[in-house]
């Protein structure tokens, strides 16, 4: 029996078959077009079964295939009798021979009942002389000398799955696709097979409607690294064309159906090089000319793009692989093979007993016996024609368009526009710089904040509040708890007007209140489908570029953190008097610029005005203590607060509408008692600039000490600022509620003006972080500390 593998509908062609059958070989098979050959030799009770199997259609031994993909497999199995006769017309099978001196002759084939006796008679067998012989022979032993009947193996021989009992019509007698095939009739006209062609496009084909190749592509959605994704669709326009050699004028094309594949090389993980093979799309043929069109996606466009215009992208070129689906007549060949027989004759005293056996077994046969020589053993061949179908490989076609000659045909199409992609760097091909966020509308945010989500961290959001202004300490800050962060300091030098300097201070904090974020988070989690994380441009490693509208004899140092920024304006008395008038009007501006990673910039107000003083975040000037199921609110300011409702993360628990002056207090009954914001409103007013005044003859030099990152809870740093000249010394500590401190010097103008140099020490844990010197007058006043990211390690 000999098995063609086949591919198997909607899996593909099988990588392993394993083939075997009982009481005989198992054989294994690897990829497609493969063949195998399963003998199967029976003797004995065996060569009955085998027999009545064939003759009935049905039983016998098994047949099993095991089939291996790419990522399936499968099983079956199906009796041998019921195979064969699926296949071919029942006298192909079976046949039965005779042995003698003068070769090897086919005998009356055996059929399966099917009514048709009268065209044989039934004769029994009967052992007589120690030999089988019929019984009108054994009765009449003088007609003839017996004749020995010996049976031996049937083998089946489907070269191709084909069509069973396929009507007899004319055709094309299939042959080698390089050459002319004859017709099944003899005098029809014979047939021939199509190849096909492709000519990479020539310098000045620039018109991708026409060319036999083109390459598109458009943006499509976003990667998980946020780039852009794209998608590619490449044409290729391929010629018909006759064999080689072959004069066709005579002969008819052969029907068949093509598919078209684009092998693009590529190497894997460990540096191995492969092929990965894509599906045409869309396949149209027009007379002689066959258009393909392929759609690849992100990282294998790129791939694709490579290897089609940049010879040498790989150790291999990209190809065009053609196959054939066709049917026809085909030449098939079975093979019956003396050797096989299971029972032999050496001499008529050598018979084996088996044939005892025999001699109460009925057969049909002819009723003239043959007379055989099996001095020599011949292999016999029969030759038929079947219909059968042939899917074969035509052509692999090498495609290379480089685009430094028709870079032309390599396209992009972007907001409706069509542009000339020529050669560019294969893996960013279709991207302008990376995108890394995108500006979401949240309704809560409005006009107060632009919120982007981040296209490479899911569900986390990037918050730019769209003012800055004065804020207010905490309330765990001793002494000024809930005071605007913002203080004004002169130097008096009553011989000298001209030398007095006046130093503005100030903190400035983000104008979104607490509960409008726990509202934009809420509105965020609900379109997510879950919880969403919102950072700060400092948690989010942003910094900014500021610039201000001051005076001309103004100077001002700016310097971003964690909870917006620490701002020192210096100015003499003419520049300051015009500051004072700005602070209590419309206050002095600044614009705070923010460049993302991916070139987008997002602005922020910088505001210093004493009309506007907000925070302390999250709760405002309310202090909220939780008491049971009570929540008491308190006004710890000096201004009026009207407050509105209670909100648990972003969701209104309950509603309070009163105005609380300064120091009172109210309470509300609320289930809830962690994760509150409070909906508060100040009453308008301006705050008063507290005023600090220091004289020439005895100068306060007053530094500001900022820890530029979050103090890890529970750690502290220790700074030591000394004095160069003098070697005065200042010590303060800073930690995660402590993040800035001030110390002061005493020193005359002159040593002022002459810039002093410190050193500047800080420690943690015994262990020295950093040491660095600074200069007073030329660096200022602001002194930013660096914080590590690990402890360090003693």
Not at 482 to 489: A, E, F, G, T, V
Not at 777 to 783: A, E, F
Request: hydrophobic share 40%; with cysteine; proline share 6%.
């Amino acid at each position: 029996m000999v098995f063609e593998i086949r591919a198997i509908p909607a899996t593909g062609w099988p990588r392993c078959t394993t083939l075997s059958v009982d009481g005989g070989e198992t054989l294994e098979l690897e990829g497609p077009f493969a063949q195998a050959a399963l003998h199967l030799v029976a003797s004995g009770t065996a060569s009955g079964e085998v027999l009545r199997a064939l003759i009935r259609g049905s039983g016998g031994p098994l047949v099993r295939a095991h089939l291996v993909g790419d990522s399936w497999q499968t099983s079956c199995e199906v009796p041998l009798g019921e195979l064969l006769a699926s296949e071919m017309p029942d006298d192909h099978w079976l046949h039965v021979t005779t042995t003698d001196s003068d070769g090897l002759v086919e005998v009356a084939p055996v059929r399966r009942s099917r009514g048709d006796a009268d065209r044989f008679v039934t004769a029994g067998l009967k052992r007589a002389n120690n030999e089988i012989v019929p019984i009108s022979v054994a009765l009449r032993p003088d007609t003839a000398k017996p004749v020995p009947l010996i049976p031996i193996t049937a083998i089946a021989t489907p070269l191709v799955t084909i069509v069973a009992s396929p009507p007899t019509h004319g055709g094309p007698v299939l042959g080698p696709v390089t050459g002319a095939m004859r017709d099944r009739d003899s005098s029809a006209q014979g047939w021939y097979l199509p190849g096909w062609s492709w000519e990479a496009p020539g310098r000045g084909q620039v018109d991708p409607q026409v060319a036999p190749f083109s390459f598109r592509i458009r943006r499509e959605g976003y990667t998980m690294d946020g780039r852009d994704g794209i998608v590619a669709v490449v044409r290729f326009r391929l010629s018909k064309q006759a064999p080689a050699g072959l004069d066709v004028s005579a002969l008819r094309e052969l029907p068949a159906q093509y598919r078209v594949q684009l092998a693009i090389p590529y190497r894997d993980e460990s540096g191995e090089a492969r092929i990965e093979y894509h599906a045409s799309t869309r396949q149209e043929i027009n007379q002689d000319e066959l258009i393909v069109d392929f759609e690849v996606r992100d990282q294998w466009a790129r791939m694709a793009y490579g290897a089609l215009s940049t010879p040498g992208f790989q150790s291999a070129g990209a190809q065009l692989v053609v196959t054939a689906t066709y049917s026809g007549w085909r030449l098939q060949r079975r093979r019956i093979v003396g050797e096989k027989i299971a029972v032999g004759l050496a001499g008529r005293e050598e018979l084996r007993p088996s044939l005892s056996m025999l001699a109460g077994a009925r057969v049909n046969l002819k009723p003239i016996a043959h007379r055989v020589d099996i001095s020599a053993l011949l292999e016999v061949t029969k030759s038929e024609l079947v219909w059968s179908q042939v899917t074969e490989r035509l052509d692999s076609i090498e495609v290379l368009v480089d685009c430094a000659i028709s870079g032309e045909l390599y396209r992009m199409l972007d907001q409706g526009l069509d542009t000339a992609l020529g050669c560019q760097p294969v893996f960013s091909l279709g991207q302008g710089e990376p995108r890394t966020h995108e500006v979401v509308d949240v309704t809560a945010a409005s006009g107060r904040a632009t919120i982007l989500r981040s296209l490479t961290r899911p569900r986390r959001f990037l918050v730019v509040p769209a003012t800055y202004c004065i804020g207010r300490y905490g309330p765990d800050v001793q002494d000024v708890a809930y005071q605007p962060s913002l203080l004004l300091h002169s130097t008096i030098d009553v011989d000298s007007p001209e030398n007095i300097r006046c130093v503005i201070a100030a903190g400035l904090q983000m104008d979104v209140p607490g509960h409008l974020m726990a509202q934009v988070e809420a509105e965020l989690a609900g379109v997510e489908g879950g919880p969403v994380v919102l950072e700060s441009p400092w948690e989010a490693g942003l910094i900014p570029t500021v610039d201000w509208a001051l005076p001309s004899a103004t100077t001002v140092e700016c310097l971003a953190c964690d909870t917006g920024f620490q701002l020192i304006v210096s100015s003499d008395v003419p520049g300051f008097l015009t500051l004072q008038s700005l602070l209590r009007t419309a206050g002095v501006s600044g614009l705070a610029t923010y460049t993302l990673p991916d070139g987008t910039e997002v602005t922020s107000q910088l505001r210093l005005a004493l009309d506007r003083v907000v925070g302390p975040y999250p709760h405002g000037g309310i202090r909220l203590s939780a008491n049971g199921s009570e929540v008491e609110l308190r006004n710890e300011l000096t201004r009026r607060v009207a407050v509105g409702e209670l909100l648990h993360r972003g969701v209104k628990v309950a509603s309070i509408d009163e105005i609380l002056a300064p120091g009172d207090s109210t309470r509300v009954a609320c289930s809830e008692t962690t994760d509150l914001t409070v909906n508060s409103h100040v009453e308008p007013g301006s705050e008063t600039l507290n005023e600090m005044r220091a004289y020439v003859e005895d100068l306060q030099l007053n530094l500001v000490l900022v820890a530029t990152k979050e103090i890890p809870q529970g750690d502290s740093i220790d700074v030591v600022v000394t004095m160069r000249d003098d070697g005065a010394r200042a010590e303060v500590s800073l930690n995660d509620s402590k993040r800035q401190a001030d110390v002061t010097f005493t020193l005359p103008l002159t040593r002022y003006l002459a810039d002093p140099q410190l050193d500047v020490t800080t420690s943690r844990g015994g262990l020295r972080l950093e040491s660095f010197t600074w200069a007073v007058r030329t660096q200022g006043v602001l002194i930013p500390l660096s914080v590590p990211e690990e402890r360090p390690v003693s």
